[in-house]
């Protein structure tokens, strides 16, 4: 029976101290890699510890887990290899295609062991100030503006009807366009928590109203970020 290890990643280079030191043990534990960018795990397995001798693993690509790489990992688990996956950034299996892998691994039997690190989604819900006994993270919004628009309307009226937090991410370089829909089409009491470069340090966190934000405007294209809208009642 295979062992499949979930390795979480760092969220910024230079925060090489929100990874427990166990991560490392387990990945010296593994003989196969599936990363969803291995150029990028490679580097974070050396930062995190110089003595590991990258080329003594076989290395899968994960991409979004087509048919190959699922045969591929269906392979090594049949050989009985211990398996790490490791996300782009944060934790495998969350807003990440390891999942996929994983839902594999549960058919086969194997063991599954997630393990500690930081997930950009619930330090971002944690620090918002928002409602985290109801909250629903929903991925990227449409790229159309038109849907866009429509989408972010959707959620402010889910959020005021069931008092949830929304959480959604954006591509760097159109964050500003999303800003911009956002203040343009949200109620001007409506509450949005912008996160930018969490756990690195330049991290910044700021919760206020919509109509706040419209006052000041941040700059946030290239810098990668997490979004939380809040359209209920905190008391």
Known sequence: MADIYLIPCVLAEDASQTIPNYIIDAVK???????????????????????IVIEAYEWFAIHKAEEEELRNFTQKIKEEKTIAIISEAGCPGVADPGQILIAAAHKLNCIIKPLVGPSSILLALMASGMNGQQFEFVGYLPIDNTDRIKRLKELELSSQKNNSTKIFIETP?????????????CDGKTLLCIAVNLTAKNESIKTMQVSEWKIKKPELIKLPAIFLLYAGNLY
């Open 29 to 51: 534990k593994c003989n196969v890699i599936f990363a969803e960018n291995e150029r990028t795990a490679r580097r974070f397995l050396k930062m995190m510890d110089k003595t």
């Open 173 to 185: 370089y159109r964050n500003n366009q999303l800003v911009e829909s956002i203040l343009k089409t």
